[in-house]
């Protein structure tokens, strides 16, 4: 998660575990899938922000991320603009950590919903949300939580390539954490798979990240690890 303040900002929003960045650089690794949402503070002048979002927005394909903008004044029509421009949320400028959490987590929701009730990935071939497992025929498969999440966001978008950092969200991995916690992840999940032929179905596309091959897919080298 990126943190970036215009000049019209007399302080950026009070969060640190986000990364301070210029502007254009998180224009540029927002664009590219290198993170997930952006805190963007700014004055009462905002439109080196509206300027800055509406670029954002023109991205083509893919999801976008989200943006919560800080401003000294939520009402005022600078705050519409911002809302307007692409704006995800508002919020005070000196919003405490607690209330920036609580919007960061209703953000991520609405980008990757949490697994609920069940996801059938192929006849005989179900997730489970309520007891974290993968039904195989008359089989359960128990997943450890992060695996299952993986398994989960893979299966929901079926052949569609997900970057790591939009797996690192639905994993819900710290900011922090290891550069290759998910290509870890992957691996674990693959070892899980083995013993039931299923480990060449989660492909890597070297380069964009990973993918759920259909099963009716040719599976090629890229599924090893």
């Known amino acids: 998660m990126l943190r970036l303040h215009f000049s019209s900002a007399q302080a950026p929003c009070l969060d640190s575990n986000s990364q301070p960045v210029a502007t254009d650089e998180a224009l540029q690794r927002l664009q590219t899938g290198d993170a997930w949402a952006a805190l963007a503070a700014s004055g009462e002048d905002v439109g080196a922000l509206t300027n800055w979002l509406m670029r954002l927005r023109q991205r083509v394909g893919g999801r976008l991320p ?73 089989q359960h498969l128990p997943l450890p939580t992060q695996q299952f999440h993986l398994l989960w966001t893979l299966g929901a978008r079926p052949g569609e390539v997900l970057s790591t950092q939009e797996l690192r969200l639905a994993m819900d991995v710290p900011a922090r954490a290891r550069a290759d916690t998910v290509h870890t992840a992957v691996a674990r999940l693959r070892r899980h798979l083995r013993p039931h032929a299923l480990d060449q179905r989660v492909q890597t596309v070297h380069g964009a990240g990973y993918r759920w091959a259909a099963a009716a897919e040719p599976t090629d080298d890229s599924a090893t690890t």
């Open 66 to 138: 989200g943006v919560i903008v800080f401003l000294p004044d939520c009402a005022s029509p600078g705050a519409m603009a911002a809302l307007k421009a692409g704006a995800d949320a508002l919020l005070p400028l000196d919003s405490p950590p607690a209330l920036i959490r609580i919007q960061l987590a209703r953000l991520r929701e609405r980008i990757t919903p949490q697994p609920e009730g069940g996801l059938r990935l192929d006849p005989g071939l179900e997730l489970d949300s309520q007891t974290r497992s993968l039904r195989i025929g008359d």
